[in-house]
C-alpha cells in the first residue's frame, strides 16, 4: 500500500481557504485517493474521493496533479467547526479493503 | 437512517478480566471492519469480514483477540486477560459489497484497562 505523508498540524483563522496537501509518491495506477475527517470522541467521516485531475463535493474539493503523487484537499472558507483531524488515504480500487490510516493532519480553526 | 452502533461506548476493566465489544453496522453493508485507535494515533486496522467470513485477520495484535460475524450483522470483538496497553478506543465501520471506498464509522467503545 502506498505511504502516504502529510503535513502533523495547521492552523488557519475562520473564512480563509485551507489546503492541506498529501504526498503519495508510490501510489499505483488501481489506487484511489481518498480523505477522511475526524473530529474528537467521534469515528472518521468520509469527506472526498478522486483518481486524478479535480472532485468537488458539498464539503471540500480535492485537486490531483497528472502524475498522481500529491493531492491537495481544499476547504473553502473554513468554519471553528471544521477543528478536526484530516486523514488522506491511497486506496486500492479492488472493492472492500481496510483502510491505511496515517497520523493526519490536525487543523486548528481559530477565530 | 441508523448508522453504525456500538456498545459499551465506555469499558472500564481490570488487567487480567476479559471484555467484548458490540458491533451493529448499517443495514444491508455486508463489510464490517474493526480499528484501533490510542490516544493521539491514527487507526489501527484490526480484522475485516466480508458476510460472516474473515478474509483479512492480519491486524489482529495477538491470539488474546478474536473476533466473530453471525446473520451477516453484529460483529463481536473479544479481548482475553485484558492488558494495560489494550486501552484504547475501538472503532467499528461498515461498507457496502463492490467498489465502494466509503466506510461508515461508529462513535466507537473507549476501553480503559486498570
Known amino acids: 500500500l502506498a505511504k502516504t505523508t502529510q503535513p502533523i498540524s495547521m492552523d488557519s483563522y475562520e473564512g480563509q481557504e485551507v489546503n492541506i496537501t498529501c504526498s503519495h509518491n508510490?501510489?499505483?495506477?488501481?489506487?484511489?485517493i481518498t480523505w477522511y475527517q475526524q473530529f474528537p470522541s467521534q469515528g472518521p467521516r468520509f469527506i472526498i474521493q478522486?483518481?486524478?485531475t479535480k472532485v468537488t463535493n458539498e464539503v471540500a474539493s480535492l485537486f490531483i496533479p497528472a502524475d498522481r503523487k500529491s493531492s491537495t484537499l481544499s476547504l473553502p472558507r473554513v468554519s471553528l467547526s471544521d477543528t478536526a483531524v484530516y486523514y488522506c488515504?491511497?486506496?486500492?480500487?479492488?472493492?472492500?479493503?481496510?483502510?491505511?490510516f496515517g497520523k493526519g493532519t490536525r487543523l486548528s480553526v481559530i477565530a | 437512517g441508523a448508522g453504525v452502533s456500538q456498545s459499551p461506548s465506555n469499558k472500564v476493566t481490570e488487567k487480567g478480566k476479559d471484555v467484548e465489544l458490540r458491533c451493529d453496522p448499517i443495514?444491508?453493508?455486508?463489510?464490517l471492519y474493526w480499528y484501533r485507535q490510542s490516544l493521539g494515533q491514527g487507526l489501527e486496522f484490526l480484522i475485516y469480514?466480508?458476510?460472516?467470513?474473515?478474509?483479512?485477520k492480519s491486524g489482529l495484535p495477538s491470539d488474546r483477540f478474536s473476533a466473530e460475524r453471525t446473520g451477516g450483522s453484529v460483529s463481536t470483538l473479544t479481548i482475553q486477560r485484558t492488558q494495560q496497553e489494550d486501552s484504547a478506543v475501538y472503532l467499528c465501520?461498515?461498507?457496502?459489497?463492490?467498489?465502494?471506498?466509503?466506510?461508515?464509522f461508529g462513535p466507537g467503545t473507549r476501553l480503559t484497562v486498570t
Open positions: 465501520a461498515s461498507s457496502r459489497t463492490g467498489p465502494s471506498h466509503e466506510q461508515y
Open positions: 508510490n501510489i499505483a495506477t488501481n489506487d484511489y
Open positions: 478522486g483518481y486524478k
Open positions: 488515504l491511497v486506496v486500492l480500487n479492488s472493492g472492500n479493503t481496510p483502510l491505511v
Open positions: 443495514s444491508g453493508h455486508t463489510a
Open positions: 469480514f466480508q458476510g460472516n467470513s474473515a478474509p483479512d
